[in-house]
């Protein structure tokens, strides 16, 4: 970590610096001071011999460029170079803050996620507890509803022996009366099985409606409000298969296509390589001429 030097100097106004940096850098002083007014005489080009002198005077003009660049360079580096050694003391001062500001937050937010996750267990417990309450009753009503049917079973069937018994006696005297016995011992089954069967219905649907309590908390503390600080909820992505997307877009490209881009880097190294026999869905080649010029030596 860079640290600020020690000197007996007083402290440089920020304010002034600059300005009192750009009066100690000199002036680039040409060697050809009158190459602008000489270019500047020229307005049209109407023959070829214009164009070799224009050309003779651009080559001239991307020699003064040269040596201007070249004058003022060791400046811009001297200047980039101590914009770089400020921004490292001001970053080391502000690490230390950071790394303190970072660590206070990550304990609040462990507090307040620990919080949340008591809450939520306790939610889970009180929603399996009205579960299993709802359950219980649901068992309850089935269990009451069979032990009512297992009676009617036990009392039918006692019926339906004393009626076998009663047939059996009229048989021996009066077969028709014990027929009639045996189809009115029937028509009773009949009516207690469809009883039954009600019995049950009617518990199977009161199990149904039986709900389970509704879960009922303590309010979450609200957390503490400090001035100056505020909470916020923070969404990023968390990118996957690209081949997914285009495979998405393709798809449906009013919904998805906003989200593809080209690649430009790769694209344009393709296009110099290929030229126009590059070939791109949804991308154009053009041809554009230039001029290069060197420098005079």
Known sequence: MSTAPTTALAPINPTTMPQRIMERVPAYVSAR?????????????????????????????????????????????????????LASLRDGVLAKYKD??????????????????IRREAEAKAAAEARRKQQEEQERIRREAEEVAHKLREEQAQRDRDALARAAELEKTDRAAAAAELERAEREAEVNRQAEA??????????QEVVAEPIILPPTPEPVKVAGTSGRKKFIPVYGDKLNLI????????AYAQYLAFDEKAIGAAVRAQGMAFKCPGV???EETGMTIRASR
């Open 33 to 85: 001071p009158d190459l602008l007014a000489t270019t500047g005489a020229i307005q049209t080009i109407t023959g070829p011999d214009d164009v070799e002198l224009a050309l003779t005077y651009a080559r001239d003009l991307q020699a003064e460029a040269k040596a201007a660049k070249e004058h003022y360079d060791p400046y811009n580096q001297a200047a980039h170079d101590l914009r770089n050694r």
């Open 100 to 117: 303190e500001l970072d660590r206070i937050k990550a304990l609040t937010m462990r507090y307040q996620q620990e919080q949340e996750r």
């Open 198 to 207: 009600e019995i049950m219905a009617q518990a199977e649907s009161e199990a």
């Open 247 to 254: 495979a998405a877009a393709a798809q449906n490209p009013m």
């Open 284 to 286: 154009d080649v053009e």
